[in-house]
């Protein structure tokens, strides 16, 4: 039994803010979070403040204050070293166009497990003169670091790793690949978007100097909007040629007779804030921030240790460690037919998780409760077949 400790809005006392918990055992929370009565709500007042007044600017630009200012508490980091942007993927790109390839330190250096997005704007800076390095899995199924120390050097501008991996559920040691990155002077990005809103992130900590995350998933929010903490100290020296009018100095100044980034990690904002993003998502970040990311975190490892537990009594093959320290809110677990058993999952039991490679993916996040495990762990062992 789960023992949640305090008055943390975490498990039964915040399920009844999602419907799909009515109908369906929802654990796919590393895909897209469950959608809330709240978040459904926000999308309704962004619709009628727009029928009642159209373009509500001082609303929109509050809001995408309100985006910068909780990602920055959910960092333990100043809002002035917060970007907000439309993907991981936006950010990023700006990020890469703000580094020189063309010299001796062009190498990029990335995990086998990057998220493709990361890999494919990696390898487009080949056009740029960039090298791009992979650093390939252990045989855990982790990236360690030692991978990462053998694959940096002096040639060494970037270097790529995730917080979580969405492919293995493995939580990396940022802090060991940034300390042997920063010894060789090159910049290190922790893609984090299998983290936030799920477990404890602190730049303050955590050794990367940019990290970047969203609201797809475990901040309940939608598609549209993520976010990118740069390290203060590195922002004067980053100037992305990749940009928008948000990211100028003074926006309503309206001019186009030069390029003037902003001070702040603006300057890796882009165009006119993602509004029908905004809404929902500051919503869905509030459920996080009232349960508290580290309520969330201990309590999904709970539920994932019952999870482990009651997978290896049924001789399934989990690829995510058991040691809580070494693993986020993903548990994945091996099978000979990932769509079939994703599919009986979803048509018969109406469970719903993912699959990437030739594991299932499930994930808890803190709506979820030990019955939703226990539910899970025994139509699995009932489809033992489609087990590896
Ligand atoms: C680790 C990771 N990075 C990035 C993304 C998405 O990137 P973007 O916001 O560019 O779509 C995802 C999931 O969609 C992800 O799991």
């Known amino acids: 039994m789960t023992v949640i400790t305090g008055e943390s809005k975490v498990g039964a006392a915040i399920r009844g803010e999602f419907p799909v918990f009515e109908t369906t055992t929802y654990l796919n929370s590393c895909s897209q979070g469950?959608?809330?009565?709240?978040?459904?709500?926000?999308?309704?007042?962004?619709?009628?403040?727009?029928?009642?007044?159209?373009?509500?600017?001082?609303?929109?630009?509050?809001?995408?204050e309100q985006a910068r200012t909780a990602f920055a508490r959910l960092l333990h980091a100043s809002p002035d070293e917060v970007a907000v942007t439309t993907s991981v993927s936006q950010g990023?790109?700006?990020?890469?166009?703000?580094?020189?390839?063309?010299?001796?330190?062009?190498?990029?250096?990335?995990?086998?497990?990057?998220?493709?997005?990361?890999?494919?704007?990696?390898?487009?800076?080949?056009?740029?003169?960039?090298?791009?390095?992979?650093?390939?899995?252990?045989?855990?199924?982790?990236?360690?670091?030692?991978?990462?120390?053998?694959?940096?050097?002096?040639?060494t501008a970037l270097v790529c790793c995730t917080a979580v991996s969405y492919r293995t559920g493995h939580r990396n040691d940022v802090a060991a690949i940034a300390d042997v990155a920063h010894r060789h002077g090159a910049v290190v990005l922790a893609d984090s978007y299998q983290a936030i809103g799920a477990i404890e992130l602190d730049v303050r900590t955590l050794g990367a100097d940019v990290v970047t995350g969203g609201t797809v998933k475990y901040l309940l929010g939608t598609a549209g909007l993520a976010f990118m903490w740069v390290r203060g100290s590195l922002l004067q020296t980053l100037l992305p040629t990749q940009?928008?009018?948000?990211?100028?100095?003074?926006?309503?100044?309206?001019?186009?007779?030069?390029?003037?980034?902003?001070?702040?990690?603006?300057?890796?904002?882009?165009?006119?804030?993602?509004?029908?993003?905004?809404?929902?998502?500051?919503?869905?970040?509030?459920?996080?921030?009232?349960?508290?990311?580290?309520?969330?975190?201990?309590?999904?490892?709970?539920?994932?240790?019952?999870?482990?537990?009651?997978?290896?009594e049924i001789g399934a093959t989990v690829v995510t460690p058991r040691d809580p320290a070494r693993r986020g809110p993903l548990v994945c677990v091996r099978s000979t037919d990932v769509e079939r058993l994703c599919g009986e999952l979803r048509e018969q039991e109406r469970i719903v998780t993912s699959h990437r490679d030739d594991n299932v993916r499930i994930a808890t996040h803190l709506y979820n409760t030990d019955d939703d495990v226990a539910r899970v762990v025994s139509a699995l062992a009932s489809r033992r077949q489609l087990l590896a």
């Open 92 to 155: 990023v790109s700006a990020l890469v166009s703000a580094l020189d390839f063309s010299g001796e330190r062009n190498r990029i250096v990335i995990s086998e497990y990057e998220f493709p997005t990361v890999g494919q704007i990696a390898h487009a800076q080949e056009l740029r003169g960039a090298e791009v390095v992979h650093v390939l899995p252990g045989g855990d199924g982790s990236i360690p670091a030692e991978g990462f120390a053998e694959a940096i050097d002096e040639r």
């Open 34 to 64: 469950a959608l809330a009565r709240r978040v459904r709500a926000a999308v309704e007042t962004w619709l009628d403040g727009w029928d009642a007044n159209g373009a509500e600017w001082e609303f929109w630009v509050e809001r995408n």
């Open 243 to 312: 940009t928008g009018w948000f990211a100028d100095e003074d926006i309503f100044a309206m001019s186009i007779a030069d390029y003037s980034p902003h001070a702040s990690a603006r300057r890796f904002d882009a165009g006119t804030p993602p509004v029908p993003s905004l809404y929902p998502s500051v919503a869905g970040i509030s459920i996080v921030e009232e349960a508290g990311v580290p309520a969330i975190e201990a309590y999904v490892a709970e539920l994932n240790g019952a999870m482990i537990d009651g997978l290896a």
